[in-house]
């Protein structure tokens, strides 16, 4: 944080959350000094999830006169010159993000995602300042639905315009984070940096070290994903922006569930009841429909990598 290159008048605060971490944060900070133009805050509580821990932050926020906020996860940096980007590029809209590294599997994101390719490439879009990318609001939903361009610690939005909006808490696993940027892309104006601003790095992520068809984990993060596409579907604001995206992930989604519920019982190793009782108790629909779910996820298990994600178009070939 104190490597960012921003204006001397600019003060940040820094909100840590000690979301019960096995290593104390007073340890962590034991050493760090803010220095004038920095304020730290420590915030604890009891383990609920990233998404829990950065509302915590935000109620926090709710009463400090800040005007932007900005996600740093565990394992990732920021570049020396992401902050002062992504303040400049929130000249021209309200909710704004850049291309970044994704540890050892994405040396340059946005190459990896064929729709954000060709909005980003498109004459009719508004090019400002520095090579940004102006959206008017609503414009991105379809891409944000379909391929979830952002990352968490590449986010900085304007927070008063903002200051209701929280992650959907009971996305444990997977998926709080796209929910977010979705309902952020349709009610602001978006900047996009298509310079690489932030590495995205392993250390203690909990999605990209468990999303694995093989890892115990998978079967929460395929829960909490039917959960957070059942979620979609019942907004109407985001169904009708991408229907056909959203109901043909909430239906794979809940026969990869399905799948992998009987997969790690096969293997010996019991589910995570929390996230099956969050989406019984929210959708009971999904005992009803488990029988046909599953057999729709085997026939398009093809649209889905090894890793357990749907490629960036997933009902191209879909089967019905």
Known sequence: MKSQKIDR?????????????????HEELADFNPGTNLRLVVLEKENGGPGEARNMALDYLENDPVNYVAFLDSDDVWHDNHIQRALEGLAFGDFFFCNHVRGKYYADYFISLPGTRRVLACEDELTCGDSYRAFRKGRLAE?????????????????????????????????????????????ND?????KINVSCLEGVNLYWSNVSWDSPKSVAIQGCLALQYNYLK?????????????LFRQK???GAYTYALLRGLAKGYLPDFKVMMRLVTAYPGYL???????????????VMTNE?????LPAEDAVA
């Open 308 to 312: 357990t994600a749907v490629k960036s």
């Open 143 to 187: 891409v944000m639905i379909r391929e979830c361009p952002p990352q968490t610690s590449t986010v900085v939005y304007r927070f008063k315009k903002n200051a209701g909006l929280r992650f959907n808490g009971a996305l444990r696993s997977a998926g709080e984070d796209h929910v977010f940027w979705i309902e952020l892309c349709l009610f």
């Open 288 to 302: 009803l429909r488990a029988p046909t779910s599953f057999q729709f996820f085997l026939r398009n298990r093809r």
């Open 9 to 25: 008048d600019v003060e940040i605060s820094v909100i840590v959350v000690d979301d019960s971490s096995p290593i104390s944060v």
């Open 234 to 246: 019942d907004m109407p604001v985001i169904l009708l922006a991408d229907p056909e995206t959203v």
């Open 252 to 254: 794979l989604y809940e």
């Open 190 to 194: 978006t900047v996009i940096d298509p």
